[in-house]
T-cell receptor
Framework: QKEVEQDPGPLSVPEGAIVSLNCTYS??????FMWYRQYSRKGPELLMY????GNKEDGRFTAQVDKSSKYISLFIRDSQPSDSATYLC??????????FGPGTRLSVLP | DAMVIQNPRYQVTQFGKPVTLSCSQT?????MYWYQQKSSQAPKLLFH???????NEADTPDNFQSRRPNTSFCFLDIRSPGLGDAAMYLC???????????FGPGTRLTVL
């Protein structure tokens, strides 16, 4: 079992839809969680950074962490074609390197 | 106002011909990372520098080396590129190992 898993997609949604992107993990020591957005042939861009369990909101983006289930989510409201990208989750425990998921490719259709 | 800069953006080399990729940062961050990312895969950490301290991942091949001559610059040297080394190479920085990482745009390496 890989340490961090994501549904690879591609996930296609119509413009304006609510998107849910998810990661599951196996290491109960993970407590720092990040979401990155990566456009084709570009470097990852940090979207959200959360610590431990709970929700964090930033504009149209909401990050949710459920440590009891070892499950994190990124919600995108009112999705736009410009949101079309690969979304990577990353996480780590105290004193550890970040581990990345393989990414979910999202297409938002106009 | 670019923060993490990578040069070149695209690099073509021949099998076995050494190549150097460059990363510079204007953030004055203490930590610089090199990742390898192949198509549809997660970025894979090769090594990182915390100030001048070099930290190599256990499974990074000896073919990959790195240099950090000062805070701003870090280089990735691939001594004898093989076809399997064709990938996107990402540089990232962070204030300290616990902090968020900021990525450059990447260098796409092609090996002929």
């Amino acid at each position: 079992q890989k340490e961090v898993e994501q549904d690879p997609g591609p996930l296609s949604v119509p413009e304006g839809a609510i998107v849910s992107l998810n990661c599951t993990y196996s290491n109960s020591a993970f407590q720092y969680f990040m979401w990155y957005r990566q456009y084709s042939r570009k470097g990852p861009e940090l979207l959200m950074y959360t610590y431990s369990s709970g929700n964090k909101e930033d504009g149209r983006f909401t990050a949710q962490v459920d440590k009891s289930s070892k499950y994190i989510s990124l919600f995108i409201r009112d999705s736009q074609p410009s949101d079309s990208a690969t979304y990577l989750c990353a996480m780590r425990g105290y004193g550890q390197n970040f581990v990345f998921g393989p990414g979910t490719r999202l297409s938002v259709l106009p | 106002d670019a923060m993490v800069i990578q040069n070149p953006r695209y690099q073509v080399t021949q099998f076995g011909k050494p190549v150097t990729l460059s990363c510079s940062q204007t953030l004055n961050h203490n930590v610089m990372y090199w990742y390898q990312q192949k198509s549809s895969q997660a970025p894979k950490l090769l090594f990182h520098y915390y100030d001048k301290d070099f930290n190599n991942e256990a499974d990074t091949p000896d073919n990959f080396q790195s240099r950090r001559p000062n805070t701003s610059f870090c280089f990735l040297d691939i001594r004898s590129p093989g076809l399997g080394d064709a990938a996107m190479y990402l540089c990232a920085t962070s204030r300290d190992p616990a902090d968020t990482q900021y990525f450059g745009p990447g260098t796409r390496l092609t090996v002929l």
